[in-house]
C-alpha cells in the first residue's frame, strides 16, 4: 500500500512574516493529526529556515522549489542540495514546468539535479507533464513517456526507489481547470508502466505519484481516490491553511 503524500508548493509567495502566519495556523489545524499521510511544504528559499524552526513538534516535513546541479562555488544565486539539507529540507521539487518554461530546464539538467539531491540524501519530487497544445496533438502519451526517460536516465533501481513522481499537466496548473480524475488516472497508470518497463514491476507499484494541477478542497478527493494517484502537489490552495487542510483530510479519508 502506497502512502499518500501531500505536498504544498508554495511559489514564490509568502515572505517570512507571511510564512509564519501560515505555519502557525497549519500547525494549530493539524493538532489533532496523527499522521495518516505524509504533509509536506515547500516555502521559498527564503523562508526555510524559519519554516523548519516552526513546524518542529508537528508533522509537518520540509522540502525546496529547486535547487542546483553543482556541488558549490562561483555560481552566483543559486543553492545546493547540501545547504538545503543542513537546513532540514528531506524534499525538493525537481523539473516543475514553471523552471522548464521559464527558465530553460531540460530533461538532462534535471536528470543532472536528481543524481545531485539523492547523492545528499534528499528525496527529489520530479515534476513532468504536458502542455495543451501537446494534449490536443495527442501526443500527451510520447511526451510524458520522453520526460519519464530523460529525467530517469541512468538512474538504478533503488535510486527510483527513492523518488516522488509528479505528474502536473501544465494546461491545469493555476487554471482552475483540473484534470478529470480519470484523465489523470490514466497517465499515472502510463508513468507506472513506463517504470515497469524500464526496471521492475515491482518498483512500479512501489512509486509513490502525485497528480498536480488546481487540486483544491472540492475536487481533491475524487482525484486522490483513484487506483494510481497517490497524493497531490498543490500550488494555489496550499497558501491557505483552510484549503491545504481540506485537501490533507480528504487524502486522510482516502487512505481509510
Ligand atoms: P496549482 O495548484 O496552483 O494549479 O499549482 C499546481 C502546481 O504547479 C504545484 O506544483
Redesign the pocket.
Known amino acids: 500500500m502506497r502512502r499518500k503524500i501531500i505536498a504544498g508548493?508554495w511559489?514564490m509567495n509568502k515572505d517570512i512574516h507571511e510564512t509564519a502566519t501560515l505555519i502557525a495556523e497549519l500547525t494549530e489545524r493539524m493538532k489533532d493529526f496523527r499522521n495518516e499521510v505524509d504533509v509536506i511544504i515547500c516555502p521559498p528559499f527564503t523562508s526555510l529556515v524559519l519554516a523548519n524552526a516552526l513546524i518542529k513538534g508537528s508533522s509537518i516535513k520540509m522540502g525546496a522549489q529547486n535547487m542546483s546541479q553543482y556541488d558549490d562555488g562561483a555560481y552566483t544565486g543559486e543553492i545546493s542540495a547540501r545547504m538545503l539539507l543542513t537546513i532540514g529540507c528531506e524534499y525538493v521539487?525537481l523539473g516543475?514546468?514553471?523552471r522548464r518554461q521559464y527558465f530553460k530546464e531540460t530533461d538532462e539538467l534535471i536528470n543532472q539535479k536528481i543524481k545531485k539531491a539523492l547523492s545528499v540524501g534528499l528525496t527529489p519530487i520530479v515534476?513532468i507533464g504536458e502542455t495543451l497544445e501537446e494534449r490536443e496533438s495527442g501526443i500527451t502519451d510520447k511526451i510524458i513517456t520522453t520526460q519519464i526517460k530523460g529525467v530517469l536516465k541512468e538512474l538504478t533501481s533503488s535510486e527510483v526507489e527513492k523518488l516522488v513522481i509528479?505528474y502536473?499537466p501544465v494546461w491545469?496548473?493555476?487554471?482552475g481547470k483540473n484534470a478529470t480524475p480519470e484523465q489523470a488516472n490514466q497517465v499515472h497508470k502510463l508513468i507506472r508502466k513506463l517504470i515497469g518497463q524500464m526496471y521492475s514491476w515491482n518498483l512500479a507499484e512501489k512509486t509513490v505519484i502525485q497528480y498536480?494541477?488546481?487540486?483544491?478542497a472540492q475536487n481533491a478527493s475524487s482525484l486522490l481516490s483513484q487506483s494510481d494517484i497517490d497524493g497531490g502537489?498543490?500550488?494555489?490552495?496550499?497558501l491557505k491553511s483552510e484549503a491545504f487542510m481540506a485537501i490533507i483530510q480528504a487524502a486522510v479519508e482516502v487512505a481509510k
Open positions: 508548493n511559489k521539487i516543475h514546468s514553471e515534476c509528479a502536473e491545469a496548473i493555476g487554471t498536480g494541477g488546481s487540486m483544491n502537489l498543490i500550488g494555489g490552495a496550499s
